[in-house]
Nanobody, 121 residues
Framework: QVQVVESGGGLVQPGGSLRLSCAASGSIFTINTMGWYRQTPGKQRDMVATITSGGGSNYADSVKGRFTISRDNAKNTVYLQMNSLKPEDTAVYYC???????????????WGQGTQVTVSS
């Protein structure tokens, strides 16, 4: 089994910062891309930022210059540093890891349970 667990959400004032963490564990052979997505009620889940195992990153236009994604391959962990937060960043943030498990012939994506981020005064 593979587990993906997020942490670090919470309530923050506009202009503030939060750091999200996501760790993958279990029967992992390798992890390819890891990423953060977010979803608000009634809307689709949108990509926020992704990062490859080699460190190549991609961001949604709405967060460029404010959010930074990074990862620690030794710890199977990805981070999202969120600065200059805005009320429109309020959402449930989900982590996704594309994992090749030890027990499957090909990689697949695994989702975490989500962590709430609320930006409000």
């Amino acid at each position: 089994q593979v587990q993906v667990v997020e942490s670090g959400g919470g309530l923050v004032q506009p202009g503030g910062s939060l750091r999200l963490s996501c760790a993958a564990s279990g029967s992992i052979f390798t992890i390819n891309t890891m990423g953060w997505y977010r979803q608000t009620p009634g809307k689709q889940r949108d990509m926020v930022a992704t990062i490859t195992s080699g460190g190549g990153s991609n961001y949604a236009d709405s967060v460029k210059g404010r959010f930074t994604i990074s990862r620690d391959n030794a710890k199977n962990t990805v981070y999202l540093q969120m600065n200059s937060l805005k009320p429109e960043d309020t959402a449930v943030y989900y982590c996704n890891a594309v994992v090749l498990p030890t027990y499957l012939p090909k990689a697949r994506g695994y989702w975490g349970q989500g962590t709430q981020v609320t930006v409000s005064s």
